[in-house]
């Protein structure tokens, strides 16, 4: 079946201008996962939705980040007023739930802010 | 919090020889440890995961062992060839439905 998809797969944006990503998890899944990973580093977390629950946005770097997840399915996350240090790969990740834990992580959106 | 530490950062070794990774964490309270394998521009998989009721996972070439008197938990690959090089996330949680909480990543490198 099809497996998560990210749009869009690049984006190149001047700094200061606000860029959307989108995030299509695996149908059904309950939980999805936004991250986002620095050349050669490991996965900052970013925000965890779970289910019809509060999102935990504890990993959130400024207020210029925020995401939502509409319907319990599509997930955006959306940054204002880009800067040059948010240019990284951001990875979604959704999961079944219901004892099913595993990750599994969309191609990701490689973002450069000039 | 939960907060997972991963060693070594960086790992080099020669085809057919052994890997391990090892992983601690902080919750005395998480139960779920998984394992994902992230190659070289591509997207982080699940590779083996373990629960606290067991103490030790084999699939294959790779196993996993768990303390939980320790807290800590390790990756083993056995005989390890040129494809196993990659870039290794421990990670862990309390139940499905808590956020899973990565390691920094290990990096392997298989020397043919």
């Known amino acids: 079946g099809a497996g998560v998809s990210q749009s869009p797969s690049n984006k190149v944006t001047e700094k200061g201008k606000d860029v959307e990503l989108r995030c299509d998890p695996i149908s059904g899944h309950t939980a999805l996962y936004w991250y986002r990973q620095s050349l050669g580093q490991g996965l900052e977390f970013l925000i965890y939705f779970q289910g019809n629950s509060a999102p935990d946005k504890s990993g959130l770097p400024s207020d210029r980040f925020s995401a939502e997840r509409t319907g319990g399915s599509v997930s955006t996350l959306t940054i204002q007023r880009t800067q040059q240090e948010d240019s990284a790969v951001y990875l979604c990740?959704?999961?079944?739930?219901?004892?099913?834990?595993?990750?599994?992580f969309g191609p990701g959106t490689r973002l450069l802010v000039l | 919090g939960e907060n997972v530490e991963q060693h070594p950062s960086t790992l080099s070794v020669q085809e057919g020889d052994s890997a391990v990774i090892k992983c601690t964490y902080s919750d005395s309270a998480s139960n779920y440890f998984p394992w994902y394998k992230q190659e070289l521009g591509k997207r982080p998989q699940l590779i083996i995961d373990i629960r606290s009721n067991v103490g030790e996972k084999k699939d294959q070439r790779i196993a996993v062992t768990l303390n939980k008197t320790a807290k800590h938990f390790s990756l083993h690959i056995t005989e390890t060839q040129p494809e196993d090089s990659a870039v290794y996330f421990c990670?862990?949680?309390?139940?499905?439905?808590?956020?899973?909480?990565f390691g920094p990543g290990t990096s392997l490198s298989v020397i043919p």
């Open positions: 990670a862990a949680s309390e139940t499905s439905y808590d956020k899973v909480i």
């Open positions: 990740a959704s999961v079944a739930g219901g004892g099913q834990e595993t990750q599994y």
